[in-house]
């Protein structure tokens, strides 16, 4: 699970996926794992002030802070904190915290571990308590105070993960992203969650980058360490990254880009007009599942499983290249909208289910991927299929022999009627191939069809119909007419016999092949297959113009140039800071 929902973070920053998620049976539930010091907190949204809570208490949870948060981590006195680093600054690790990472409610009585472990969960229980009795409530002030402590929490949660090198992804998931779009001042809460959530999760050094940069309360200013901005290296780092997942996720990337934007005009203004200077906090928003984004994952996976990986023009270049295996799992996790998308989490638990490898020198392979691919839930494969027909498939797939009509329909769990409705639609791409056997026909499976240019292959596998095969393979629009051809022959399809009868098949290069797709369901939901084997490399990497916004962006909050070394005095105080 860990790996799964963390593939969807590419870099640090804000990640966006396209993902048709299940809702979670109970949304309040959110979810921590932590390996190899990375920490992966996934929560469900409910709005705002919920979710806000739902992290905070995944972080500081009593999971977290006795296996992650502990004192073996970060030391009874917290000397263990920024790689020892008390140990070569002129200061004390409780200043450290207090005034540079800027740790709420840790005053000098909360510089023993235990002392500070017990006033967090105290803190921690009662905002909790106070979510469910505030998120639908009237009261402004006790709302506003709410999400203030909320944020604090989880800035300071972020702060100590980051002291002690664990790196931290939030997965937020939205299975309704249609209600945010629906809804303006539903997307607006969203939106104004990123805004104000995102960049208080900054570090420069031991400081906090928020209260550097976008603080403006004069108390807490006094609150600080000193300071120096290094020339070189002018820029904060995250605390934590963010993948916010849902089925048309990625459509919001200009709006959460605009939103946090909008934090610009926040910077504090001694900072803006130049008399004060501070890092530049750069926060990347991009979308996580483009073809460069699986091309990734499939090589991390399958190097972290002991593969060799082909690429093209390489001294050791393969049939089974990295292009064509990305190919192959746009095509069957893409839709037709999205023909250039794959989900990344699908494109992790795929991976994870290929067998590590025992040889030297063996190189990952189509059949390696065929593999991981068809072991998903058959709802994940060719996504805009009814569910009999992929369940359907999926049987022939797993199958290590061809199956007749009786075997496929007990094994595939579907009825008769279920078999004749999409034997012949799924027979007419050859992503199932007909085998005579005693006298029977029976059927196989195959994920990329022979007729595949990157297949290599010039015959099908097995027996086609001479009158509907496919024959000739140079061109999508090859495909498209025999398909097409095979379709009205052997189903009652008066639109698509009208296209056929009207000389749109054979289709011409001067056919418009998407609008022609696009026009009939039957067709388009078989779009993105047939689009991922054709399309260019330039095309994978930008998709359809039309429906394809840069993949990544840059928020840059704050002045680059640095003109002078800046020193900022702090009040010594004992009040705990927030």
């Known amino acids: 699970m860990h790996q799964r929902y963390r593939a969807g973070r590419r870099n640090p920053g804000v990640n966006l996926a396209d993902d048709h998620l299940s809702k979670f049976d109970d949304g309040r539930i959110s979810y921590l794992s932590c390996f190899d010091d990375d920490l992966l907190v996934i929560s469900q949204w409910g709005g705002p002030l919920p979710t806000l809570g739902r992290i905070a208490g995944a972080l500081l949870s009593n999971k977290a802070l006795s296996k992650i948060l502990s004192p073996s981590a970060l030391g009874n006195e917290f000397e263990e904190i920024d790689d020892a680093v008390v140990d070569k600054l002129d200061e004390k690790a409780g200043d450290i915290l207090r005034w540079g990472h800027q740790i709420g409610w840790f005053s000098e009585d909360e510089e023993q571990y235990d002392d500070w472990k017990d006033r967090i969960s105290t803190v921690r229980s009662l905002c909790l308590e106070k979510v469910g009795e505030l998120t639908n409530s009237d009261d402004v002030e006790a709302r506003t105070e709410l999400f203030r402590d909320l944020q604090g929490l989880i800035a300071s949660a972020t702060q100590l993960y980051y002291a002690i090198d664990v790196d931290v992804t939030i997965n937020v998931r939205i299975p309704d992203t249609g209600m945010l779009v629906r809804d303006d001042k539903r997307l607006n809460d969203f939106l104004d969650f990123a805004r104000y959530t995102v960049p208080k999760q900054s570090v420069y050094g031991i400081h906090s980058g928020y209260r550097m940069l976008l603080e403006d309360r004069e108390q807490k200013l006094k609150m600080r360490l000193p300071y120096d901005v290094d020339e070189a290296d002018p820029t904060m780092h995250l605390t934590a990254s963010w993948v916010f997942?849902?089925?048309?996720?990625?459509?919001?990337?200009?709006?959460?880009?605009?939103?946090?934007?909008?934090?610009?005009?926040?910077?504090?203004?001694?900072?803006?007009?130049?008399?004060?200077?501070?890092?530049?906090?750069?926060?990347?928003?991009?979308?996580?599942?483009?073809?460069?984004?699986?091309?990734?994952?499939?090589?991390?996976?399958?190097?972290?499983?002991?593969?060799?990986?082909?690429?093209?023009?390489?001294?050791?270049?393969?049939?089974?290249?990295?292009?064509?295996?990305?190919?192959?799992?746009?095509?069957?996790?893409?839709?037709?909208?999205?023909?250039?998308?794959?989900?990344?989490?699908?494109?992790?638990?795929?991976?994870?289910?290929?067998?590590?490898?025992?040889?030297?020198?063996?190189?990952?392979?189509?059949?390696?991927?065929?593999?991981?691919?068809?072991?998903?839930?058959?709802?994940?494969?060719?996504?805009?299929?009814?569910?009999?027909?992929?369940?359907?498939?999926?049987?022939?797939?797993?199958?290590?022999?061809?199956?007749?009509?009786?075997?496929?329909?007990?094994?595939?769990?579907?009825?008769?009627?279920?078999?004749?409705?999409?034997?012949?639609?799924?027979?007419?791409?050859?992503?199932?191939?007909?085998?005579?056997?005693?006298?029977?026909?029976?059927?196989?499976?195959?994920?990329?069809?022979?007729?595949?240019?990157?297949?290599?292959?010039?015959?099908?596998?097995?027996?086609?119909?001479?009158?509907?095969?496919?024959?000739?393979?140079?061109?999508?629009?090859?495909?498209?007419?025999?398909?097409?051809?095979?379709?009205?022959?052997?189903?009652?399809?008066?639109?698509?016999?009208?296209?056929?009868?009207?000389?749109?098949?054979?289709?011409?290069?001067?056919?418009?092949?998407?609008?022609?797709?696009?026009?009939?369901?039957?067709?388009?939901?078989?779009?993105?297959?047939?689009?991922?084997?054709?399309?260019?490399?330039?095309?994978?990497?930008?998709?359809?113009?039309?429906?394809?916004?840069?993949?990544?962006?840059?928020?840059?909050?704050?002045?680059?140039?640095?003109?002078?070394?800046?020193?900022?005095?702090?009040?010594?105080?004992?009040?705990?800071?927030?």
């Open 245 to 578: 997942s849902g089925p048309t996720m990625t459509d919001l990337k200009a709006d959460i880009e605009e939103a946090i934007e909008r934090e610009a005009s926040e910077i504090r203004e001694a900072i803006a007009d130049g008399t004060e200077t501070a890092p530049v906090m750069e926060i990347p928003v991009q979308i996580s599942n483009t073809y460069t984004a699986t091309r990734e994952l499939i090589e991390e996976f399958a190097t972290s499983k002991g593969y060799e990986v082909s690429y093209r023009g390489d001294i050791h270049e393969r049939d089974d290249d990295l292009e064509r295996l990305t190919r192959l799992f746009l095509r069957v996790l893409g839709t037709a909208d999205r023909p250039h998308r794959a989900c990344p989490s699908d494109v992790a638990e795929a991976m994870l289910h290929i067998a590590r490898s025992t040889r030297s020198f063996d190189f990952i392979s189509i059949k390696d991927i065929s593999y991981g691919l068809y072991q998903l839930p058959a709802d994940r494969l060719l996504p805009e299929l009814p569910p009999t027909a992929t369940k359907l498939l999926k049987t022939l797939l797993n199958s290590p022999d061809p199956l007749g009509r009786s075997a496929i329909i007990e094994k595939a769990g579907i009825s008769g009627s279920s078999y004749d409705r999409y034997i012949n639609e799924l027979a007419a791409w050859d992503i199932i191939e007909s085998t005579e056997s005693g006298g029977r026909r029976r059927w196989e499976g195959h994920l990329e069809p022979w007729w595949s240019p990157q297949s290599h292959l010039e015959e099908p596998f097995g027996d086609p119909d001479p009158d509907t095969a496919i024959i000739d393979a140079t061109f999508a629009r090859d495909i498209g007419s025999r398909v097409l051809c095979h379709y009205i022959t052997h189903y009652d399809l008066p639109e698509l016999e009208e296209v056929y009868m009207s000389g749109l098949c054979p289709i011409s290069p001067d056919d418009d092949i998407q609008a022609l797709f696009t026009h009939h369901d039957r067709l388009s939901r078989w779009w993105a297959f047939l689009w991922g084997a054709y399309a260019d490399e330039s095309e994978l990497k930008t998709g359809p113009s039309e429906v394809s916004p840069s993949s990544t962006g840059m928020i840059r909050l704050g002045r680059l140039e640095v003109d002078t070394p800046q020193s900022n005095l702090r009040e010594v105080s004992l009040m705990p800071s927030d």
